[in-house]
C-alpha cells in the first residue's frame, strides 16, 4: 500500500500508560482485575471455575525446585498404546496427551512412565484401560492429570494376592504431582507411593470401586513428604490412605463416604497414621466411615476441623505431629463444603487441557507455539506472563485451536513488541505476530509495532503489529498499536473467505489501519485515528479489499471511535484493489458508533484509480460530532441494517457465533 508521510509516535511506555488510562475509564478489558479480585490462584481462568484448579502444583509437590512435568517439551497427542509408550518412556520432556481410550495389552501391563513428563487426559473422556501407569526408582518431575485408569481388576481377588495391577504405581521417586484423575476397579492397589518417594502431592482425584485405594510406604524410613487434599474415596474399603513412615502427610478437605461395609473390624478404615508417621488432617468429612482416622502408637496424628457423620470406630489423636504452614501456603475450605466441592470438582475435567507457560516453560512465546503438534485438533492454551516481548511470532496454518493469553490483570500488561518496516521484508514480513491458522483466539494482549518512522526515511514504512489470513480467529479485550497498517485481517486468496471477531478492544493508526478482505466484526471497541499534524489529512481508518462476491467485509459497531486530529481531517476509509485486481470491492459499514469531530463531511475517498461511490460504504445510525448525514454518506435503511447484523458477517456456512460466548 502507498506509503503516507508520517509523524512520530510517542515510545511504547507512553502509549501504554495512556492505554492503561483509557482502558479504567471506558470500563474495558476488565476481566483480569475481577479474577485477581476474587484472588482465584490459577494462572489462566479456565472460566468453569478458576479457583478448583491451576495448572501449578501445590503442597509438597511444589518444594524444593517444583514439580514441572514435561513442560518446555514437545507437546504430543496419542490414542493408542504404542505411541503412549514410546513418549512416556523417552529421555526426552513431553507434554503427553491421552485422547480417547486406550486399551493396554497384555491385561495389566505396564506403561513406564519416565521423568519430565505430563500425562494429561484430553478433555474429560482421556482413559486408560486394563495397565498401569508405572515409575521405576530414580524417576523424578512427573504428573499424571486428568486421566481415568480403570478396569484391570481380576474377578475374585479381591484382596489383589494374586496380581500387582495398579492404577498407578512408584518406587523412590520425586517431585510427582498426581491431579484430577478417576482411579477404579483395579487389580491390586488404585496408587501405591513406595519405598521413599519424596515431594509428592495427589490432588482433586477420585478413588472409587475398589478393595485398597492409597497407600505409602513399603520402607522402614521416615522420608516421604506427601500432600493429599480434594480427593473423593468412595465405594473403597481401605487405605484411604494409609501412610506407613511419612515423615510428613498432610491431609486436608478430603471427603470419603460410601465406604464398602463388609463387616471387617479391623482393615475397613479411612486414613491410617503407620509406623513413624507425622499426619496432620483438616476440614475433611467423613460421611458412614468405620475408623475414620487412627494412628499407631509410634505415630502422631493431629486432627481439626474435620466432620464426621454416621460413622463409628477410632478417631485417634495423639502428637504434635507439624505445621503444613511452615512448609507451604494453601487454602482451606469450610469441611462443611467439601461433599459438594469435591463430587463437583475431583476427577477429569474438560476444561483441564493442555497449557504451555511463557516464560516459565517456553522462553518466547514463538517456542511455546513451535511445540504444539502440527495438526492439532485438541485446544491448547499458552498462557503468557506479564511481560514486554520483543519478538516475531508466527502461527502456521497447521496448528489451529490455539489460544493465546495474557495472564495480567490488563491487557497493557502483557506485550508482543516489533520493529520491522515494510521496507525490509514487505508487508507480511513486516507483522508483529501472524496468524495463519483457523481457530486461534487471543485475549489479554497487546500486539504492537513500534518501528519509528520518524527516524528513518524509507520506501515502504508500513508496520504491521497483526496480521490474520486463518479463519474464525476472536480477538477479545486487545489491544493493537501501530501508524500505518496496523492490523490487517486478510484471508489465503481472493475468493476465500476468513472471518475475524474483534471485541473489548482497541485499535489505533492512522493511514490504512483496519485493511484486508477478511469478513471482520469489531464490536465494543475504540478505534483512535492519531494526528499526523495535517490541517487536511490526516489519514484514512480502513482499506477493504472484500471480493466482490463476498457481501460481508467491515462492520464496525457499537464502538467509539476518538482523534485528536483536527476537525474534518480523517477518512473513514477507501477502497483498496491489491494490485488493481478489480474483483476487490470494498464493504465497509460503520453502525451504532460514536465518531468524533475529526471525521470530514465527505468520509469516504478514491484510492489507486478506483472511485469510492463504486465501493460498498454505508453508515447507519451513528453519533457524536463527526455523524453527518451528508449525500456523499451513503445510509443503510432500516430493512438493510437487519440483514448487516454482527450475526450475519459472522455465521458463514457453519453457524459460526463468538459473539454469543460469554467473556472470558
Known amino acids: 500500500m502507498t506509503h503516507f508521510p508520517s509523524k512520530r509516535r510517542p515510545g511504547i511506555g507512553v502509549v501504554l500508560a495512556a492505554l492503561l488510562g483509557m482502558t479504567a475509564a471506558l470500563g474495558l478489558g476488565t476481566v483480569g482485575e475481577a479474577n485477581a479480585a476474587a484472588g482465584a490462584p490459577d494462572t489462566v ?26 513442560a518446555g517439551g514437545q507437546v504430543v497427542t496419542v490414542t493408542d498404546q504404542a505411541s503412549l509408550a514410546k513418549y ?23 506403561i513406564v512412565v519416565a521423568s519430565d513428563k505430563t500425562v494429561i487426559g484430553v478433555g474429560d473422556t482421556g482413559e486408560i484401560v486394563h495397565g498401569e501407569l508405572h515409575l521405576n526408582p530414580g524417576t523424578s518431575n512427573v504428573i499424571i492429570r486428568n486421566l481415568t485408569i480403570r478396569d484391570s481388576y481380576v474377578e475374585g481377588d479381591w484382596d489383589g494376592k494374586t496380581t500387582d495391577f495398579d492404577a498407578i504405581q512408584m518406587d523412590t521417586v520425586d517431585h510427582v504431582w498426581i491431579d484430577h484423575n478417576r482411579l477404579q476397579h483395579m487389580g491390586d492397589g488404585l496408587l501405591d507411593i513406595r519405598k521413599d518417594s519424596q515431594y509428592v502431592t495427589v490432588s482433586y482425584n477420585q478413588f472409587r470401586s475398589h478393595n485398597k485405594a492409597l497407600g505409602i510406604g513399603w520402607t522402614t524410613n521416615a522420608l516421604t513428604q506427601i500432600t493429599i487434599d480434594h480427593n473423593w474415596f ?88 507439624f505445621d503444613p504452614r511452615d512448609f507451604y501456603g494453601y487454602r482451606l475450605d469450610p469441611a462443611a463444603a467439601v461433599p459438594a466441592l469435591v463430587t463437583r470438582f475431583s476427577g477429569p475435567q474438560q476444561r483441564i487441557g493442555t497449557t504451555l507457560h511463557v516464560p516459565a516453560a517456553y522462553p518466547t512465546v514463538q517456542a511455546a507455539v513451535d511445540a504444539v503438534p502440527a495438526g492439532n485438533d485438541v485446544p491448547v492454551t499458552i498462557a503468557v506472563a506479564p511481560g514486554t516481548y520483543r519478538a516475531k511470532v508466527f502461527i502456521p496454518a497447521n496448528k489451529p485451536k490455539i489460544l493465546l493469553q495474557g495472564t495480567g490483570q ?5 506485550v508482543i513488541v516489533y520493529d520491522t518496516p515494510a521496507a525490509y521484508g514487505g508487508s507480511t514480513g513486516s507483522a508483529t505476530v501472524r496468524i495463519a491458522a483457523n481457530d486461534v483466539t487471543a485475549r489479554h494482549l497487546t500486539f504492537s509495532n513500534d518501528f519509528d518512522e520518524a527516524a528513518v526515511e524509507l520506501n515502504g514504512e508500513q508496520a504491521l503489529a497483526m496480521k490474520t489470513t486463518g479463519d474464525r480467529i476472536v480477538f477479545e479485550d486487545t489491544a493493537f498499536l501501530g501508524n500505518q497498517d496496523t492490523l490487517m485481517t486478510d484471508s489465503p486468496n481472493l475468493t476465500t473467505v476468513s472471518r475475524v471477531y474483534i471485541r473489548d478492544s482497541y485499535i489505533e493508526g492512522d493511514v490504512d489501519f483496519v485493511y484486508g478482505r477478511a469478513t471482520t466484526v469489531i464490536e465494543r471497541s475504540e478505534i483512535r485515528a492519531l494526528s499526523r499534524g495535517s490541517d487536511t489529512n490526516n489519514g484514512y481508518i480502513t482499506a477493504a479489499s472484500t471480493w466482490t462476491g463476498n457481501p460481508y467485509g467491515f462492520l464496525i459497531t457499537r464502538s467509539r471511535i476518538v482523534s485528536d486530529a483536527p476537525a474534518g481531517t480523517f477518512h473513514l476509509g477507501r477502497p483498496w484493489h491489491p494490485g488493481g485486481e478489480p474483483a476487490a470491492v470494498a464493504q465497509v459499514l460503520i453502525r451504532d458508533t460514536e465518531l ?30 463527526g455523524a453527518q448525514v451528508t449525500a456523499d454518506r451513503p445510509q443503510m435503511t432500516d430493512a438493510q441494517a437487519a440483514a448487516h447484523t454482527v450475526t450475519a458477517y459472522l455465521k458463514g456456512t457453519d453457524g459460526w457465533a463468538p459473539h454469543t460466548a460469554r467473556t472470558h
Open 45 to 70: 481462568n479456565s472460566g468453569a471455575n478458576p479457583a478448583r484448579w491451576t495448572d501449578t502444583p501445590h503442597g509438597f509437590a511444589s518444594l524444593a525446585g517444583g514439580t514441572t512435568g514435561g
Open 88 to 110: 512416556a518412556s523417552a529421555p526426552e520432556p513431553y507434554v503427553i496427551r491421552v485422547k480417547g481410550s486406550i486399551a493396554v495389552e497384555p491385561f495389566g501391563s505396564d
Open 234 to 321: 468412595t465405594g473403597t474399603k481401605q487405605r484411604n490412605p494409609s501412610a506407613d513412615n511419612c515423615a510428613y502427610a498432610h491431609l486436608y478437605n478430603n471427603y470419603l463416604s460410601a465406604q464398602v461395609g463388609d463387616g471387617d473390624p479391623v482393615w475397613t478404615y479411612g486414613n491410617w497414621s503407620r509406623g513413624r508417621t507425622k499426619m496432620v488432617i483438616e476440614n475433611s468429612y467423613y460421611d458412614g466411615v468405620q475408623h475414620p482416622y487412627q494412628a499407631d502408637t509410634t505415630a502422631e496424628l493431629v486432627q481439626r476441623g474435620s466432620i464426621l457423620r454416621n460413622t463409628t470406630g477410632r478417631t485417634d489423636s495423639w502428637g504434635t505431629a
Open 410 to 414: 490488563s491487557r497493557a500488561d502483557t
Open 596 to 625: 468524533p469531530a475529526a471525521i470530514k463531511a465527505t468520509p469516504w475517498t478514491d484510492m489507486s484509480g478506483f472511485s469510492w461511490r463504486d465501493a460498498r460504504f454505508t453508515e447507519y445510525h451513528n453519533h457524536g460530532a
